[in-house]
């Protein structure tokens, strides 16, 4: 009896334990607290963006690469062993995979050999140098290209955070209207021409209020995307609408741009890469110098007493008869990355120009607005408890929220530009 009861424990705990341990642990349960989300929480959460990890990825390969590059400076060394059994009714040798031992007739028929060797080629017009600074050119580019996609990714999360920010804030500020107007309505007396103009405002409102609701469930949905997480994840971010006047000036920017951007030390790398690809394809017409080795037992019973060794150096002249049109095609490649890296430097000072002006609008904006807003705000608080009609309060209601939506939205938008600014420049901005 009391084995049973004990079995019947252990399988109750076994089955209460295994739905905990199926759960991931990076998972939220069923009924599980909402995640808060700062900013900094939310930039952390990018290393997880398959984008990037394909770019780390690529970062993987070419420093693989580059170490392949380095070993092929080692010589091509190596053992070999051999057992044959053969039957000859004249002389023949082995193939050459197994060094074209001569066998003869009437001899035992079981030959055996071990060799060691190694080839280090002296020289060979520099086209193992030119390989290796080929890949490092390469590592290098996918280092600048993996920086790129995370400045990206940088300015996506920023982006959907501050838009979630401006409209958890317009949520708010809309259904603070709506009660307000729907308040200020009612004291309206049925019937009278006041009321048409209260009942239209209150319906203005609900609309404001419904599509500011409908705004702030699409921003959540595009912060989630934005960090690859569960569209149904439980979650609230944590911040403030608040920014600081940035000064920078554009010839400084575009400076910093030339210098720090990632695609365009991509593309020095990319003309580097087609600089090397040209002498690769001249190092064809240059000879190969090596020195080869081989020590080498051979008998046809053991021991293996019988040695052989020889030392050479020799030299391979190539008779390249494409030489000509490979070097066109890599002249070509390598014109063809001076003009795209021409026409990027354009495309990357426009885009800084145009970073840079937007920023300088919204700087001397928002001031502008939060003053405006401010200064109603304080009309408001003094009037708010004085005699009015109903009609008059909806009126000051609407145009306090106006104002205070511009603000907002002028805040965002320089928050936005500075954000992007960075991304232009290649480099945080500091205010």
Do not use: C
Not at 273 to 302: C, K
Not at 312 to 329: A, E, H, M, R
């Amino acid at each position: 009896m009391r084995l049973s009861r004990a079995l019947a424990a252990l399988l109750a705990a076994s089955l209460l334990a295994g739905p905990a341990r199926a759960q991931a642990p990076d998972q939220p349960t069923p009924g599980s607290p909402e995640r808060v989300y700062t900013l900094d929480d939310a930039l952390r959460l990018i290393r997880n963006d398959p984008q990037l990890q394909s770019a780390q990825q690529d970062v993987i390969i070419a420093d693989s690469r580059v170490t392949e590059s380095e070993l092929r400076f080692l010589p091509d060394m190596g053992l070999q062993a051999s057992a044959s059994k053969f039957h000859s009714i004249y002389p023949f040798s082995l193939s050459q995979d197994f060094r074209n031992i001569l066998l003869f007739p009437n001899t035992p028929e079981n030959i055996y050999s071990s060799r060691a060797y190694f080839n280090l080629p002296l020289y060979e017009g520099q086209r193992t140098l030119n390989t290796y600074r080929l890949a490092s050119a390469a590592q290098k580019q996918a280092l600048a290209r993996r920086d790129s996609v995370k400045m990206d990714l940088t300015l996506q999360v920023k982006e959907a955070f501050y838009g979630l920010l401006f409209a958890q804030e317009k949520d708010s500020e809309s259904s603070a209207e709506l009660a307000a107007v729907k308040r200020y309505a009612a004291e309206v007396k049925p019937g009278a021409w006041q009321a048409i103009e209260a009942e239209g405002a209150a319906d203005e409102a609900a609309a404001r209020a419904s599509q500011a609701a409908h705004d702030l469930q699409a921003a959540r949905l595009a912060f989630l995307k934005s960090l690859n997480l569960e569209l149904d994840t439980p979650f609230r971010v944590q911040g403030t609408l608040k920014t600081e006047p940035v000064k920078i000036p554009v010839e400084r920017a575009v400076l910093w741009a030339m210098e720090l951007r990632p695609e365009l030390q991509s593309q020095t790398y990319k003309a580097q890469m087609d600089a090397i690809g040209v002498h690769l394809a001249m190092g064809r017409r240059y000879p190969t110098v090596y020195l080869a080795g081989d020590y080498e037992l051979t008998a046809q019973s053991f021991p293996l007493d019988k040695n052989n060794w020889d030392l050479t150096i020799g030299v391979k002249l190539p008779f390249t008869y494409d030489l000509w049109s490979q070097l066109q095609q890599k002249r070509a490649e390598q014109r063809q990355g001076q003009l795209t890296r021409s026409e990027l430097q354009d495309k990357v000072r426009l885009e800084v120009h145009r970073a840079a002006a937007s920023l300088d609008y919204w700087q001397q904006e928002f001031p502008r607005r939060e003053a405006q807003w401010k200064r109603l705000q304080e009309l408001y608080d003094a009037a708010k408890d004085k005699p009015g009609t109903p009609l008059d309060k909806i009126r000051a209601r609407e145009s306090l929220l106006d104002l205070r939506l511009s603000y907002l939205t002028a805040v965002t938008q320089h928050l936005l530009a500075r954000a992007r600014l960075a991304r232009a420049v290649g480099r945080e901005i500091a205010p």
